[in-house]
């Protein structure tokens, strides 16, 4: 047998937890290894597996500790519960607040003591262990989730990737790269899952009726108007015969859904007071919210969808993207178990004695599970889970969000209604799809990029046509002098963020086209005839981006932005806006491009977007998770002159093939092009596109 020859690679023992990550070579030497003392990173050790098994082995106290360490901890917390359970009766509102306040500060103490420290791995983690790696540096992620062509995270590792192999043509370049610019990005989740450990409580401890009050005007100015799918006299009614009483298991669902309405008021009033001491009574809300949902999950009925829904909306919030996709799955199931999907089910009640108002009730459930899965598979690029076909539902009505007797009979009016904008919406969740469909789908490599344009054009008359029949009330671009409904500028604010984010994703496939697909020279070829439609995309793409940048110049501080904002998505869109302005300012806006004739205005945009995420990271992961990921595009671009070379030769490629002409200057606002416009025009030019074409951001 031969042997083969050659330099054998010297290894080690074992590596460092963050050479590891990273998938780096590390010299093994300890305590810090010269790869994380180079770069400045905390250098952790593994424990080895021999190790391991001789403690395993070996029985001492600290393993017997550690072994039982989640019953013990159970033990001692349901001890103080079932102790304060017995005095409980006798005490007042507030003093039975405060005992629950101190059961929970010696559960978080527990929590926090070193012998008592949770195995890796363990499901029960601290409540503020997501606040406690705030200030880690960006490391790779700990699972990895899929993310398609159209979420903002692909988008973002694709220009990523473009400029890392820009670098790699130089050598010095290579010695001077941070090893964090390595690794693509699957998500900006907040890795910190909530625990749910706790017994349940038959007589939980709500707050006051006017601290209760405060949180339900949040959400119900916030969230409720653009998913009216609670009713708010019915939350207040539940709330004042469970108050003080004890909860029997038909009340779970409700008491699960008002505590997840604390946990999203708590957490909106946590903005601009950093660091204040109820800052993580949100989580605390969140955590009774799994304790009461927990004992009836299993369970088909339209309050407990409802719950989930309730749970997807903080879990957004938190900017726990993956857990809301999956909680918003078990909703959709749960409502197809229920018949929310067809009006008249086999199981539902003859239509002569359904209530009008549970009918209302469950329409706007379903469309409520329709327009967030739409939104969840924009911002994730995955696909749907409610087909159009595959329902039969009439719109709900115009009836206010309590639907009394006397807005279902003005529901006929022409006076604005709040649910206006919750109608226009499932208008463009319909068409999200067809974008979604026609442009992002997994098999379009194998579509012809001429079709794409056909589309393209189609779709971007679609959505214009979708903005300009919106009523009086919801025109985003139209002023609205002395209004005195702060709702109806909200949903304008949602609207405006929606609109501007999809444009610029129909148009996004074709930004920077021969900087991304510099090695592709058929495509380059296949260009030839069709420059003034790919420029008029990109021109386009490039003026939404900066529309949804300038939504933001008159905030005035975070709570505003989270307040008159969809919270919900304003970090995906942000992240997609600000990546098509560093693409714009880095490689479209050359000078001699017909561009913008100042660049330095796009990177301005942009740096608008990351000073919105460096104001929220304080208190919110995800936020600081953007901010890294944008930093360290512009870390890349700042990298050794030489590398620019190439960035400019593939602009001169564009511009050689394109044609362009770089004395026209394009306007500073949002590109609706002329009334005859159309990239489908010429259909003999578009059969001559390339099928071998094919990109990662298309």
């Given at each position: 047998m031969t042997?083969?020859?050659?330099l054998k ?27 994380c ?12 597996s ?36 017995t ?7 507030v003093e ?27 499901p ?13 540096p960006?490391t ?13 995270i692909?988008?973002?590792n ?14 010095e370049?290579?010695?001077e ?19 749910v ?6 007589q ?12 339900l ?17 019915y ?14 298991a ?17 957490y ?10 109820a ?5 605390i809300y ?10 009836v999950?299993s369970?088909c ?10 749970e997807?909306f903080?879990?957004?919030a ?9 909680t ?5 199931r749960?409502g ?7 009006e ?11 209530n009008p ?16 899965d739409r ?13 159009e ?35 226009r ?36 008359q679609?959505?214009?046509a ?6 009086r ?21 949602m ?12 148009h ?12 592709n ?24 981006a ?8 008159s905030?005035?501080d ?30 479209v ?12 205005t796009y ?8 000073k ?13 998770h953007a901010?890294?990921m ?18 400019y ?10 044609g ?5 200057a ?6 609706e ?8 025009m ?8 390339s099928?071998?074409?094919s990109?990662s951001?298309?």
């Amino acid at each position: 047998m031969t042997t083969r020859t050659g330099l054998k690679r010297q290894r080690v023992a074992a590596a460092c937890a963050k050479c590891r990550s990273l998938k780096a070579r590390c010299d093994g030497v300890r305590p810090v290894c010269g790869r994380c003392s180079g770069y400045g990173y905390n250098c952790s050790w593994p424990e080895n597996s021999s190790s391991r098994d001789f403690r395993q082995s070996t029985p001492t106290t600290s393993s017997w500790l550690r072994k039982d360490t989640i019953q013990y901890r159970r033990h001692v917390i349901q001890s103080f519960r079932e102790l304060a359970a017995t005095i409980q009766p006798v005490l007042t509102d507030v003093e039975r607040t405060s005992v629950e306040s101190s059961i929970n500060c010696i559960e978080n103490h527990i929590s926090d003591s070193n012998i008592f420290t949770e195995p890796q791995g363990s499901p029960e983690r601290d409540l503020n262990a997501g606040y406690d790696k705030l200030n880690a540096p960006l490391t790779r992620n700990a699972s990895y989730t899929y993310v398609g062509k159209a979420s903002d995270i692909h988008f973002f590792n694709a220009v990523k990737e473009s400029l890392q192999e820009e670098i790699e043509f130089s050598d010095e370049c290579a010695t001077e790269k941070s090893p964090e610019t390595d690794f693509a990005i699957s998500n900006y989740n907040q890795h910190s899952p909530v625990s749910v450990a706790g017994p349940f409580d038959t007589q939980p401890a709500f707050p006051e009726p006017d601290v209760v009050i405060k949180y339900l005007d949040i959400y119900f100015s916030t969230i409720h108007i653009a998913y009216p799918f609670l009713s708010r006299e019915y939350l207040e009614s539940k709330y004042r015969a469970l108050r003080g009483n004890s909860i029997v298991a038909e009340d779970c669902s409700s008491v699960a859904i008002l505590y997840l309405i604390f946990a999203i008021g708590s957490y909106y009033l946590s903005y601009p007071r950093f660091g204040s001491s109820a800052s993580q009574q949100h989580l605390i809300y969140f955590e009774k919210a799994m304790i009461f949902s927990a004992q009836v999950k299993s369970q088909c009925t339209l309050e407990n969808v409802q719950m989930l829904l309730s749970e997807c909306f903080f879990l957004l919030a938190i900017c726990q993207t993956d857990r809301c996709w999956n909680t918003l799955g078990m909703a959709i199931r749960m409502g197809q178990s229920i018949g929310l999907h067809v009006e008249n089910a086999p199981s539902s009640k003859p239509s002569s004695k359904v209530n009008p108002f549970e009918v209302e009730i469950r329409r706007r459930t379903w469309y409520s599970l329709f327009v967030l899965d739409r939104l969840l598979a924009l911002q994730l690029g995955r696909p749907f889970a409610i087909q159009e076909t595959d329902f039969a539902v009439p719109l709900p009505s115009r009836a206010s969000s309590d639907w009394s007797v006397e807005d279902e009979l003005s529901s006929q009016t022409a006076e604005p209604s709040v649910i206006d904008y919750f109608l226009r919406v499932i208008e463009f969740s319909k068409l999200l799809g067809k974008v979604i469909r026609e442009l992002y789908v997994p098999t379009q490599e194998e579509s012809s990029l001429g079709s794409m344009l056909a589309s393209t054009s189609a779709l971007d008359q679609e959505l214009l046509a979708w903005k300009f029949d919106l009523p009086r009330h919801l025109r985003f671009d139209l002023g609205h002098t002395f209004e005195k409904d702060i709702r109806f500028k909200r949903q304008r604010n949602m609207l405006a963020i929606k609109f501007h984010n999809l444009r610029s994703m129909v148009h996004r496939p074709y930004l920077g086209l021969p900087w991304f697909q510099a090695k592709n020279t058929a495509l380059m070829e296949s260009i030839r005839g069709l420059e003034a439609m790919v420029e008029e995309s990109e021109r386009i793409c490039v003026s939404e981006a900066r529309a949804t940048a300038h939504l933001l110049h008159s905030i005035e501080d975070e709570q505003a932005l989270v307040h008159d904002f969809p919270w919900w998505q304003m970090i995906s869109c942000l992240i997609c806006a600000s990546s098509i302005l560093f693409v714009a300012s880095t490689v479209v806006c050359k000078p001699q491009r017909r561009m913008d004739p100042d660049p330095s205005t796009y990177a301005d945009d942009a740096n608008t977007c990351i000073k919105v995420f460096e104001a929220l990271s304080a208190r919110s992961d995800a936020a600081r998770h953007a901010t890294k990921m944008m930093q360290s595009l512009t870390e890349l671009r700042s990298l050794p002159e030489n590398s620019n070379e190439r960035r400019y030769s593939a602009a001169s490629i564009n511009q050689t093939l394109l044609g362009v002409d770089s004395t026209v200057a394009q306007p500073d606002v949002p590109f609706e092009g002329p009334p005859d416009w159309n990239l489908a025009m010429d259909l003999v030019a578009l059969t001559h596109w390339s099928n071998e074409a094919s990109d990662s951001v298309l």
